[in-house]
Structure formats: structure tokens, C-alpha cells
Antibody, heavy 121, light 107 residues
Framework: QVQLVQSGAEVKKPGSSVKVSCTAS????????IIWVRQAPGQGLQWMGGIIPMFATPVYAQEFQGRVTITTDESTSTAYMELSSLTSNDTAVYYCGRDKVWGATTRLDYWGQGTLVTVSS | DIQMTQSPSYLSASVGDRVNITCQAN??????LNWYQQKPGKAPKLLISDASNLETGVPSRFSGSGSGTDFTFTISSLQPEDIATYYC?????????FGPGTKVDIK
């Protein structure tokens, strides 16, 4: 059974960066897409980007280009999402998810528990 | 960029009612469309993939249809545990877009 465990809640100052981790267990890591989605309070889901570890080339949503970096560490089966130049608009729950189809980036079959990032001065 | 619209944004129905949610893409996406259920405080759950494939373990009262630009998600007999927000999601060339969501409530 695949499980995704995310790092804990963060409180950040405007202008700073945050790095959220997502550790996978229960299955192969390298061949399956890890996707990052966020949800602002009371709002819908927003795709941020994703990566298939074995290809190591992330894809980012245009609205986050230049501010988001998605990386992986295959030795620990962990994916990271770093978001810089934070503003209050970045206050949200950040989710990682994984596709169960080998080598594909089509959907999120498995989800982490979410990480609340609060940006406040 | 592919944009998704959903309607209605909110619906209230009685237990046992048939509920339909529509999702429309602003360009052709074949059947590259998934549906998720999200309950308050929880991560979303994938219910239907590729427009009409019911995921393992998902009750058969949930179904999906459509292709191209117009899609429909149906709950054939609404149950109290179906209170949630439902999102469509398209995938095209590794880019994802979610619809704005439909909140479903019991009357």
C-alpha cells in the first residue's frame, strides 16, 4: 500500500521560502509521478507542478514558474517542493500526490496528508 | 492553457436523488478527465479516471461520462456520506487543471 507522508506545518515571513517534503513508502519511487497541488483556505485545488523521479525533469504550472522548485531524493524516496518569495496569498495547504501508472502524469491516486503553510508577518 | 468550468458550483439534493455535475474544457481533451471527492479537512480522493473508469472500491452509484470538451459526473442515488466537494481535473501534455469544484449538500 503506497503511503505519502508530508512534513509538518510551517509559519513563514513574507519574502521568505518554504520547503515541503513528501516521503513515499510501499512501492517503487523512481517510476511514478509526484505531483504538487495546493489549496488556499476555502478555495479549490491548484496544480503547481510535478516530476517523475527517473526522468528528473520537473514540469511547473505557468503561474509558479520562477518561484517553485520540485526535486527528488531517490535514496530516501522523498520529493520536495520549494516555493520562494512568499506572500500572504501563498497561505494554503500543500499536498503531494502520486500517479499509480508507470511513467505517467495523469492523475493523483495517492495523496499525502497535506502541509499547512501560513505566511504572516 | 486549458481552462475547466464546472456547474453548478453548489447543489442541495435529497437522499436518494440523482445528482449530475458537468465539467467543460475550453478545448478538446479526449477522455483525459478525472473526478475527485474532497471531504472537509481531508485530502481529495480519486473516484473516476479517464472520464468513465470507476476506481477500485468506489461505490457503483458514482459514474462519469463524456469526451472531447463536455463531461458529466453522476451520483445515481445520493447518500448522506456523499456530502463533499467534487472536482474535475484534466491532464494534457503533463499539464493539469482542476475545475473550480461543486459543493454537494443534503437537503
Amino acid at each position: 500500500q503506497v503511503q505519502l507522508v508530508q512534513s509538518g506545518a510551517e509559519v513563514k515571513k513574507p519574502g521568505s521560502s518554504v520547503k515541503v517534503s513528501c516521503t513515499a513508502s510501499g512501492g517503487a519511487f523512481s517510476s511514478y509521478a509526484i505531483i504538487w497541488v495546493r489549496q488556499a483556505p476555502g478555495q479549490g485545488l491548484q496544480w503547481m507542478g510535478g516530476i517523475i523521479p527517473m526522468f528528473a525533469t520537473p514540469v511547473y504550472a505557468q503561474e509558479f514558474q520562477g518561484r517553485v522548485t520540485i526535486t527528488t531524493d531517490e535514496s530516501t524516496s522523498t520529493a520536495y517542493m520549494e516555493l520562494s518569495s512568499l506572500t500572504s496569498n501563498d497561505t494554503a495547504v500543500y499536498y503531494c500526490g502520486r500517479d499509480k501508472v508507470w511513467g505517467a502524469t495523469t492523475r493523483l491516486d495517492y495523496w499525502g496528508q497535506g502541509t499547512l503553510v501560513t505566511v504572516s508577518s | 492553457d486549458i481552462q475547466m468550468t464546472q456547474s453548478p458550483s453548489y447543489l442541495s439534493a435529497s437522499v436518494g436523488d440523482r445528482v449530475n455535475i458537468t465539467c467543460q474544457a475550453n478545448q478538446y481533451i479526449s477522455n483525459y478527465l478525472n473526478w475527485y471527492q474532497q471531504k472537509p479537512g481531508k485530502a481529495p480522493k480519486l473516484l473516476i479516471s479517464d472520464a468513465s473508469n470507476l476506481e477500485t472500491g468506489v461505490p457503483s452509484r458514482f459514474s462519469g461520462s463524456g469526451s472531447g470538451t463536455d463531461f458529466t459526473f453522476t451520483i445515481s442515488s445520493l447518500q448522506p456520506e456523499d456530502i463533499a466537494t467534487y472536482y474535475c481535473q484534466q491532464y494534457d501534455n503533463v499539464q493539469f487543471t482542476f475545475g473550480p469544484g461543486t459543493k454537494v449538500d443534503i437537503k
